[in-house]
């Protein structure tokens, strides 16, 4: 007898996705894990902070081979992860001598946390409207008794029946 | 040439304005005479744009340096094709070919319904030829094409170097038609507002257009990143930059639009959220242009700052607040006595689909102003780049990848808890299992393992639909699998052709999670004759070779990359210094494979020592980038390809009106 055949759908389907779940909290876990011990470079730091030579780009990504800024910079953080400075030190010192420009993501504080709350306060507002509508249309009555569409198969199998008739 | 370019313009202008009265005043007197006007008036503004576009191309390609805008954008030495392609390199050409494209485009609409969609139609060609107006004014007053300029230098100044690259040749004409043609469909939108006629003709009338739209930016933004690939020198494709941004937005937001259009086309609801969105659509283009061309935000593909912007932000906001007077005075008559029943159904995930799609292009819309508004409200400049895009769009892509696999296989109404499983599953299994193998292969990011999980999910969703199909059809024609595919597809192209596109998206996905998370990064100087390990290949730098013509001095160096024993490539990677405008440029060599890109880049080089440095990228999966987009544009072919079926059933739905229109209109061209 088949798995499937021994599950009932729901209880299948239920924990199917909570399978899925925890297999990606798992993972999520081991990837923090990795990410703390992941060794310092230059890139990672330099992907956080943005060029000022114009290109409108990141350090990291910085598309001129001689820019008077991101060469420079590179080299120079290169020597502070040599010395033994952290992430956040060497993050924090370009911010103090070029100011919150030179971060290319907003802070987390202050009027910044805008940024990052208003995308999926947003998503969620729309969602809120979409569920209370769906449960007004749910809970109205039904004008009258329809059976409920078939499935897929049924489908298909009037289209290609149709198909079929009309020699196509 | 450039007074006649001139003239022309003035033309065009006259003509638009004429065209609209022609149109309006006609569809409120029902005179076929005034109709049939109006459609030649737009025909000849056209030509006219046309004759203009011809004048400029004339004096970019007989270098004439009279004209300020080839003064500033080409030169002698500067090849053909890029003569050509500088009408589109700079401000006021750039607009000009936006005006050509959409009387082209205005022209066609009303070739298109000259005897279709009569009521809506007139007004439609009349909003299409107020956009026109706005951009022929722009070139007549504001961003003059043909200015003169004096003293007439003896050479041009060339062409920016970095648009000195075949892709630019179709980036931006593909990006403009994406643009430009969602112009149709909010033109009947707003027709079908302006008239009260809000059935689903005006749907039915600029289906094609939309889909001829999103086929257009979606080849836009992939040209586009492909350019940003070759070019730019850095190993990516995408850097989040506003103009960049700006193209996504009405990507993303037409795609919402023709997912939710379904559901009224089948369902009759969604009016309101549908003229929403194909107005949004259409607002993200001209935002986008303004953007481009306000100097409002610092980008790479800025033009200079022109002093147009206070122009398309006036015209933007005009468009909105006069497209949301109409919805609003309108939706009273737009309200749809149909009604979705239950979450599970194929409605509940279309309009949670929109929501994730118009959520990320809010994201996109915020985080691009969001620099204007730190510095509004707080006085204070910051950016907004890549580590804020990625992390607020990289959940928001894996729930869209989740309900694209969810959509098409869930019930229209209502679907129970058998028919899930039944149809869930397989793909389900397939996502774990894929998680899985990822997992033990060594990959640890949740995000990437999340992420081939769905796409092997959406893929199995899109595998169990195709083998229903084939297998229905085999029992019931008997036919061979191949043949029963074959007919599978062309019986039903819009939802088959649909599916290809889908796996379209799910391969670029997989290649950007692939190029994102595993790519490795060597930067290094060696001496000629040395060599440096990037992953599993070596890379031996032969020699530099340095040439020169009367355009260009290049550097070019020699690299032998092999694995193991085995020599795989000879790559060329060198920089180039463009003469006239004094500046280098980089050229890329790209060893592309399914598995992995080996990008190498010439960073830097020292004659006297005999050394160059080189920055290496190896990034896996980014080939499945391309062919990804590859797919989706056959995809889109399939589901625009004309549908015998289709045709019938839409002329049975039109037949009434049809026939009462031809019977009481002249043909065309006739009085």
């Known amino acids: 007898m088949t798995l499937r055949a021994r599950l009932r759908p729901v209880q299948f389907l239920v924990w199917a996705v909570l399978t899925a779940c925890a297999l990606i909290l798992v993972e999520y876990s081991y990837s923090r894990q990795a990410s703390a011990g992941e060794r310092l470079t230059v890139a990672r730091i330099t992907e956080g902070l943005t060029c000022q030579c114009g290109c409108g780009l990141t350090v990291s990504n910085c598309n001129h081979p001689t820019c008077g800024f991101a060469v ?7 020597k502070m992860i040599a010395k033994g400075m952290s992430a956040d030190q060497i993050t924090a010192f370009y911010r103090r001598k070029y100011g919150e420009k030179i971060l290319s993501a907003p802070t987390t504080e202050g009027f910044n946390l805008l940024a990052w709350i208003m995308p999926f306060a947003a998503i969620i507002a729309g969602g809120g409207l979409i569920a209370l509508r769906l449960g007004r249309w749910r809970t109205a009555p039904v004008q009258e008794a329809e059976q409920i569409v078939p499935l897929f198969d049924d489908d298909l199998r009037r289209r290609l029946e149709s198909d079929l008739k009309d020699g196509l | 040439m450039a007074d006649l ?32 006007s109006a459609r030649h008036a737009i025909w000849a503004m056209c030509a006219m744009v046309t004759i203009a576009m011809a004048a400029l191309w004339n004096g970019l390609l007989t270098s004439d340096f009279t004209l300020d805008y080839v003064a ?35 022209s066609i609409a009303a070739f298109q319904n000259r005897r279709r969609n009569p009521e809506i139609a007139p007004y439609a060609l009349a909003v299409m030829a107020v956009v026109a107006i706005f951009f022929l004014a722009m070139l007549n007053f504001v961003t003059r094409p043909f200015s003169p300029i004096s003293p007439v230098p003896v050479e041009g100044a060339d062409l920016n170097p970095l648009l000195q690259n075949y892709w630019m040749a179709i980036h931006p004409p593909s990006l403009y038609t994406g643009y430009v043609s969602s112009t149709a469909p909010f033109a009947f939108g707003a027709a079908a507002l302006i008239t009260g006629k809000l059935d689903d003709a005006w749907i039915r009338a600029t289906r094609r257009w939309a889909i001829f739209s999103w086929f257009f930016l979606t080849l836009g933004n992939l040209f586009g990143a492909r350019w940003a690939y070759e070019v730019l020198g850095w190993g990516g494709y995408w850097a989040w ?20 259009v379904m559901i009224q086309e089948r369902k009759d609801m969604l009016k309101v959220w549908n003229l929403a969105l194909i107005g949004l659509a259409f607002a993200l283009t001209i935002f986008g242009t303004f953007l481009t061309r306000s100097g409002v935000i610092s980008s790479v593909h800025s033009f200079t700052q022109s002093g147009l912007g206070p122009y398309f932000l006036s015209f933007l906001i005009v468009v909105v607040i006069a ?3 109409l919805l609003i005075f309108r939706s009273g008559v737009l309200r749809s006595p149909a009604e979705i029943e239950s979450y599970l159904s194929r409605e509940a995930a279309f309009l949670f689909n929109n929501l994730v799609l118009v959520g990320i292009a809010f994201a996109v819309f915020w985080g691009t102003i969001f620099p204007v508004l730190s510095e509004a409200v707080r006085g204070v400049k910051i950016t907004v780049g890549p580590p804020f895009f990625n992390k607020v769009n990289g959940p928001l892509a894996l729930g869209l990848i989740f309900l694209m696999g969810v959509g098409p296989l869930i019930a229209w109404r209502r679907s129970t808890p058998a028919n899930l499983a039944r149809n869930f599953a397989i793909p389900l299994i397939l996502g774990i299992a894929t998680g899985a193998i990822v997992f033990l292969e060594g990959v640890r990011q949740w995000y990437a393992l999340s992420g081939f999980s769905l796409a092997a999910f959406v893929a199995g969703t899109i ?11 085999r029992h019931l024609a008997g036919e061979t699998a191949a043949r029963a595919t074959a007919n599978l597809i062309a019986k039903n192209n819009r939802r088959y052709g649909g599916y290809i596109i889908h796996v379209g998206v799910i391969v670029a996905f997989a290649g950007i999670i692939g190029s994102a998370f595993f790519k490795i990064d060597v930067k290094k100087s060696v001496r000629a004759g040395e060599s440096f390990a990037v992953g599993p290949y070596s ?17 070019i160096a020699q690299v032998e990359v092999t694995r193991g024993d085995e020599e795989v490539a000879l790559m060329t990677p060198g920089r180039v210094f463009y003469k006239r405008p004094q500046q280098p440029a980089t050229k890329v060599a790209i060893r592309s494979t399914p ?27 980014v080939f499945w980038l391309w062919a990804g987009g590859l797919l989706m544009a056959i995809g889109t072919v399939i589901v625009m390809w004309p549908n015998v079926r289709e045709r019938a059933a839409i002329a049975a739905a039109l037949g009434r009106t049809a026939e009462d229109q031809i019977a009481t209109e002249p043909a065309p061209g006739g009085q």
């Open chain 2, 5 to 36: 370019g001139k003239l022309a313009l003035a033309i065009a202008l006259i003509l638009a304005a004429y065209s609209i009265f022609a149109n309006v005043y006609g569809a409120r007197r029902n005179s076929p005479d005034f109709l049939a």
């Open chain 2, 595 to 621: 598995l992995s890109d080996l990008y190498v880049v010439l960073a830097g080089f020292d004659e006297d020592t005999n050394t160059a440095t080189f920055e290496v990228f190896l990034t896996p999966l």
């Open chain 2, 323 to 325: 497209y949301t007077a």
């Open chain 2, 539 to 555: 890379i031996h730098y032969l020699k530099l070779e340095e040439s020169a013509d009367a355009h260009i001095e290049s550097a």
């Open chain 2, 463 to 473: 595998i169990v639909e195709f083998a229903r199909g084939i297998g229905a059809r």
């Open chain 2, 72 to 106: 500033s954008h080409s030169s002698t030495t500067l090849p053909t094709i890029y003569k050509i392609t500088s009408l589109w390199g700079g401000q006021e050409g750039s607009l000009l070919f936006w005006s050509w494209l959409l009387t082209i485009f205005t």
């Open chain 2, 241 to 260: 930059d506003p103009v960049e941004n700006a193209a996504f937005m009405p990507w993303l937001v037409m795609t919402a639009y023709l997912h939710s």
């Open chain 1, 72 to 78: 420079p910079l590179r080299d120079d953080i290169d």
